[in-house]
Protein backbone atom coordinates (compact mmCIF):
# COMPACT_ATOMS: atom_id res chain seq x y z
CA UNK A 1 0.00 0.00 0.00
CA UNK A 2 1.22 3.10 -1.30
CA UNK A 3 1.49 6.08 1.78
CA UNK A 4 2.88 9.08 -0.14
CA UNK A 5 2.22 10.84 -3.37
CA UNK A 6 3.28 9.34 -6.73
CA UNK A 7 5.59 12.09 -7.04
CA UNK A 8 7.24 12.18 -3.89
CA UNK A 9 8.51 8.21 -5.49
CA UNK A 10 9.33 9.38 -8.42
CA UNK A 11 11.69 12.36 -6.70
CA UNK A 12 13.00 9.37 -4.61
CA UNK A 13 14.09 7.34 -8.02
CA UNK A 14 15.87 10.61 -8.98
CA UNK A 15 17.53 11.45 -6.03
CA UNK A 16 18.88 7.66 -6.14
CA UNK A 17 19.33 7.15 -9.51
CA UNK A 18 21.84 10.40 -8.90
CA UNK A 19 23.87 8.73 -6.14
CA UNK A 20 24.43 5.82 -8.49
CA UNK A 21 25.67 7.70 -11.11
CA UNK A 22 28.29 10.25 -8.74
CA UNK A 23 29.58 6.21 -7.15
CA UNK A 24 31.24 5.65 -10.06
CA UNK A 25 33.33 9.04 -9.90
CA UNK A 26 36.15 9.17 -9.11
CA UNK A 27 37.21 11.54 -5.66
CA UNK A 28 38.92 14.03 -7.36
CA UNK A 29 35.07 14.73 -9.93
CA UNK A 30 33.48 14.59 -6.58
CA UNK A 31 35.43 17.30 -4.72
CA UNK A 32 34.79 19.53 -8.27
CA UNK A 33 30.83 18.76 -7.32
CA UNK A 34 31.09 20.77 -4.22
CA UNK A 35 31.56 23.68 -5.58
CA UNK A 36 28.34 23.58 -7.87
CA UNK A 37 25.09 25.02 -7.50
CA UNK A 38 22.17 23.13 -6.81
CA UNK A 39 20.08 21.91 -9.79
CA UNK A 40 16.48 23.04 -10.12
CA UNK A 41 14.07 20.74 -11.80
CA UNK A 42 10.03 20.08 -11.99
CA UNK A 43 8.50 16.98 -11.02
CA UNK A 44 4.42 16.34 -11.66
CA UNK A 45 4.58 20.16 -11.90
CA UNK A 46 6.14 20.28 -8.52
CA UNK A 47 9.49 22.42 -7.85
CA UNK A 48 12.38 20.61 -6.92
CA UNK A 49 16.22 21.39 -5.86
CA UNK A 50 18.75 19.19 -5.79
CA UNK A 51 22.58 19.94 -4.09
CA UNK A 52 25.35 17.65 -3.75
CA UNK A 53 27.22 17.66 -0.39
CA UNK A 54 31.41 16.55 -0.30
CA UNK A 55 32.71 16.69 3.11
CA UNK A 56 36.21 15.34 3.16
CA UNK A 57 37.05 13.20 6.51
CA UNK A 58 40.83 12.96 7.89
CA UNK A 59 41.25 9.64 6.22
CA UNK A 60 41.23 11.16 3.00
CA UNK A 61 37.23 9.34 2.63
CA UNK A 62 34.85 11.62 0.98
CA UNK A 63 31.07 11.84 2.54
CA UNK A 64 28.74 12.42 -0.47
CA UNK A 65 25.02 13.38 -0.12
CA UNK A 66 22.47 13.82 -2.54
CA UNK A 67 20.13 16.46 -1.38
CA UNK A 68 16.62 16.85 -2.48
CA UNK A 69 13.69 19.07 -1.79
CA UNK A 70 10.52 19.30 -3.43
CA UNK A 71 7.38 21.52 -2.92
CA UNK A 72 4.95 19.83 -0.93
CA UNK A 73 1.76 19.93 -3.08
CA UNK A 74 -1.19 20.42 -0.24
CA UNK A 75 0.69 21.36 3.10
CA UNK A 76 3.23 23.96 3.70
CA UNK A 77 6.53 22.54 3.53
CA UNK A 78 8.55 20.51 1.94
CA UNK A 79 9.27 17.07 0.91
CA UNK A 80 13.00 15.91 1.58
CA UNK A 81 14.91 12.54 -0.36
CA UNK A 82 18.47 11.59 0.79
CA UNK A 83 21.06 9.47 -0.78
CA UNK A 84 24.68 9.19 0.67
CA UNK A 85 27.59 7.10 0.56
CA UNK A 86 31.59 7.05 1.80
CA UNK A 87 34.18 7.38 -1.41
CA UNK A 88 37.55 5.81 0.08
CA UNK A 89 40.80 6.66 -0.66
CA UNK A 90 41.29 3.70 -2.86
CA UNK A 91 38.31 4.09 -5.15
CA UNK A 92 36.13 1.50 -2.92
CA UNK A 93 32.81 2.82 -1.79
CA UNK A 94 30.58 2.23 1.05
CA UNK A 95 26.97 2.71 2.40
CA UNK A 96 26.52 5.99 4.71
CA UNK A 97 24.60 4.88 8.11
CA UNK A 98 20.90 5.65 8.01
CA UNK A 99 21.65 7.99 11.08
CA UNK A 100 23.78 10.21 9.20
CA UNK A 101 21.22 11.07 7.63
CA UNK A 102 19.12 13.03 10.15
CA UNK A 103 22.30 16.05 9.66
CA UNK A 104 20.79 16.77 6.38
CA UNK A 105 17.11 17.07 6.71
Known sequence: MRTFPKSLATFRKIINERGEQL?????????????????????DSRPATIGIIVQSKPDGTLRVVIQGFMKARFI??????????????????????????????
Open 23 to 43: RKLTQDELKKLAEEQPGQLVV
Open 76 to 105: PGKHVALDGFYKHPDGTVSKMPNKEFYEFD
